[in-house]
């Protein structure tokens, strides 16, 4: 399996490298040349399998020969036995014909794990069998950045550095990130939004000098090792509720567009989804963009739903690409309009395309809490303010026989604040993260500019004799 660059002017690229790079020297995003094909029979035989056998048969023909298939399948078992749930992606009925796939079960209480906890282990065996370091930037807006922390912390291969929002994530979230006492995680605070992080990690990795002095990784969903391995849940919901006999629609909170551009892999790789809907909250230039076919950037809104306060969608740049003819000038041309312009118009053919897939929906603070308190009232569970704006949304999608999958993608316990204002019900955390509010914080506080996070870096990051990437 080799990769390509959705920019186009970088060389194509083998599963090590491309986990190690995370970002691709042109600045693109790394996509599969093509896509693995799973026939109705191959994906009849998953049915009544373990989720990590089905891990492992989605997952095998993206790492290709990189990886031997019994490391692989080890480092599947390890990644997902830090799961409390054996189903680990468990479905709960919630209506007639309505399904969350609760995605909180891993260690940080938020979908971020199931891919983050195998990344930390492939990461760790490719720079093992090179016998290098690494430095690893992310950005977060809240759990990319924990869910990182905890693979991560511990690993004697690899630096990594959070930038998160200063005070735009929950106490929860913050404490996650700063509160682990490992010398090789670092918790950023940044005087900006989330958008202003996620700009200073893409300008580390445009800057070849640091890239290669420091041997620069990245962990956000621009590393398509995040996206593969979300890529299985999709699998495991659909053959759960009667695929491939059966179509499935899957409603998912969208942000960076990550996760849901993993259901549109799944469908790439044959599997069948009728309809993906991207749910966003006031932050919905997704959804406004597939209503009048202009991408176009405003400020970030602070929302209870904090992880989803993302204005530039970063792998929305894959979906237009696969969308659009997989033509790289297309994507460089609408890439450079959003740098200079905070704007571009989709191409015609290409929003066909896209609308033939995806379907969008924007639910407000308001909306979102009222399901929150329906759901609590109706049934006693408890809904965390992502979870609610998908479910919000999708319950506004025409009535469909089709079953609809909702991504419950976070504990509500991570938003305590905002789950009790809105029913009542005071969410606790889990016995292994009682005490955390009570731990003691470290961090950095940093103005957003790319000088100091740099120097920051140089100071403290172990990987300089990294070879270039
Ligand atoms: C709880 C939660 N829900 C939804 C999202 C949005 O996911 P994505 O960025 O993959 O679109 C995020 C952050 O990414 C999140 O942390
Ligand atoms: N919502 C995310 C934002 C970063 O997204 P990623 O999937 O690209 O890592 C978060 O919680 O940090």
Same mark, same amino acid.
């Given at each position: 399996?080799?990769?390509?660059?959705?920019?186009?002017?970088?060389?194509?690229?083998?599963?090590?490298?491309?986990?190690?790079?995370?970002?691709?020297?042109?600045?693109?995003?790394?996509?599969?040349?093509? &896509?693995?094909?799973?026939? $109705?029979?191959?994906?009849?035989?998953?049915?009544?399998?373990?989720?990590?056998?089905?891990?492992?048969?989605?997952?095998?023909?993206?790492?290709?020969?990189?990886?031997?298939?019994?490391?692989?399948?080890?480092?599947? /078992?390890?990644?997902?036995?830090?799961?409390?749930?054996?189903?680990?992606?468990?479905?709960?009925?919630?209506?007639?014909?309505?399904?969350?796939?609760? =995605?909180?079960? #891993? $260690?940080?209480?938020?979908?971020?794990? @199931?891919?983050?906890?195998?990344?930390?282990?492939?990461?760790?065996?490719?720079?093992?069998?090179?016998?290098?370091?690494?430095?690893?930037?992310?950005?977060?807006?809240?759990?990319?950045?924990?869910?990182?922390?905890?693979?991560?912390?511990?690993?004697?291969?690899?630096?990594?550095?959070?930038?998160?929002?200063? %005070?735009?994530?929950?106490?929860?979230?913050?404490?996650?990130?700063?509160?682990? %006492?490992?010398?090789? @995680?670092?918790?950023?605070?940044?005087?900006?939004?989330?958008?202003? +992080?996620?700009?200073?990690?893409?300008?580390?990795?445009?800057?070849?000098?640091?890239?290669?002095?420091?041997?620069?990784?990245?962990?956000?969903?621009?590393? &398509?090792?995040?996206?593969?391995?979300?890529?299985?849940?999709?699998?495991?919901?659909?053959?759960?509720?009667?695929?491939?006999?059966?179509?499935?629609?899957?409603?998912?909170?969208?942000?960076?567009?990550?996760?849901?551009?993993?259901?549109?892999?799944?469908?790439?790789?044959?599997?069948?989804?009728?309809?993906?809907?991207?749910?966003?909250?006031?932050?919905?230039? =997704?959804?406004?963009?597939?209503?009048?076919?202009?991408?176009?950037?405003?400020?970030?809104?602070?929302?209870?739903?904090?992880?989803?306060?993302?204005?530039?969608?970063?792998?929305?740049?894959?979906?237009?690409?696969?969308?659009? %003819?997989?033509?790289?000038?297309?994507?460089?041309?609408?890439?450079?309009?959003?740098?200079?312009? #905070?704007?571009?118009?989709?191409?015609?053919?290409?929003? *066909?395309?896209?609308?033939?897939?995806?379907?969008?929906? *924007?639910?407000?603070?308001?909306?979102?809490?009222?399901?929150?308190?329906?759901?609590?009232?109706?049934?006693?569970?408890?809904?965390?303010?992502?979870?609610?704006?998908?479910?919000?949304?999708?319950?506004?999608?025409?009535?469909? *026989?089709?079953?609809?999958?909702?991504?419950?993608?976070?504990?509500?316990?991570?938003?305590?604040?905002? @789950?009790?204002?809105? +029913?009542?019900?005071?969410?606790?955390?889990?016995? &292994?993260? +009682?005490? =955390?509010?009570?731990?003691?914080?470290?961090?950095?506080?940093?103005?957003?500019?790319?000088?100091?996070?740099?120097?920051?870096?140089?100071?403290?990051?172990?990987? %300089?004799?990294?070879?270039? /990437?």
């Amino acid at each position: 399996m080799h990769y390509v660059s959705t920019r186009g002017e970088a060389p194509k690229a083998g599963f090590d490298d491309v986990i190690l790079a995370g970002l691709a020297p042109d600045g693109g995003l790394y996509v599969p040349e093509s &896509w693995p094909q799973f026939s $109705p029979d191959d994906i009849r035989e998953m049915r009544g399998a373990s989720y990590e056998t089905i891990a492992e048969r989605v997952i095998a023909p993206f790492v290709g020969d990189t990886i031997d298939p019994e490391t692989l399948r080890a480092m599947i /078992r390890e990644a997902y036995a830090t799961f409390r749930h054996p189903a680990i992606a468990p479905l709960a009925q919630s209506g007639a014909n309505t399904f969350l796939m609760e =995605l909180f079960h #891993g $260690p940080t209480l938020a979908f971020k794990d @199931v891919a983050m906890q195998l990344l930390a282990r492939l990461m760790d065996h490719v720079l093992a069998e090179r016998g290098e370091r690494a430095t690893i930037v992310g950005a977060t807006s809240g759990d990319t950045g924990g869910a990182a922390i905890d693979a991560f912390a511990g690993s004697n291969r690899t630096d990594v550095y959070i930038l998160f929002p200063e %005070g735009k994530v929950s106490p929860v979230q913050r404490r996650q990130m700063t509160t682990h %006492g490992r010398d090789n @995680v670092h918790a950023i605070a940044v005087k900006g939004d989330f958008d202003d +992080c996620q700009s200073l990690v893409k300008a580390m990795f445009n800057d070849r000098a640091f890239r290669g002095e420091v041997g620069l990784s990245g962990v956000n969903s621009i590393n &398509w090792a995040r996206i593969m391995a979300q890529i299985v849940y999709y699998f495991t919901a659909a053959v759960t509720l009667g695929a491939p006999e059966r179509t499935v629609s899957f409603t998912v909170p969208t942000g960076n567009f990550g996760d849901i551009f993993a259901g549109y892999a799944a469908k790439r790789m044959g599997l069948g989804i009728e309809r993906l809907v991207i749910a966003t909250n006031e932050n919905d230039i =997704l959804a406004r963009a597939l209503a009048s076919g202009r991408y176009e950037r405003q400020g970030v809104v602070t929302t209870t739903s904090p992880s989803m306060d993302i204005q530039v969608s970063s792998n929305f740049e894959r979906l237009l690409f696969c969308a659009g %003819g997989e033509d790289p000038a297309a994507v460089r041309t609408a890439m450079d309009g959003l740098a200079q312009a #905070g704007a571009f118009t989709i191409d015609p053919a290409a929003l *066909r395309e896209i609308r033939r897939d995806f379907s969008a929906g *924007r639910a407000g603070m308001c909306e979102a809490d009222a399901v929150i308190r329906d759901v609590a009232t109706r049934t006693g569970a408890v809904l965390d303010p992502h979870t609610a704006v998908a479910l919000t949304v999708a319950r506004d999608m025409p009535a469909s *026989r089709t079953p609809m999958v909702v991504l419950s993608t976070a504990h509500p316990a991570k938003f305590p604040d905002a @789950v009790k204002a809105a +029913c009542g019900i005071d969410p606790a955390l889990p016995p &292994w993260l +009682c005490d =955390l509010m009570n731990r003691e914080e470290q961090f950095d506080v940093l103005a957003n500019d790319l000088d100091a996070v740099q120097a920051l870096i140089r100071k403290t990051a172990r990987a %300089g004799d990294a070879n270039a /990437r």
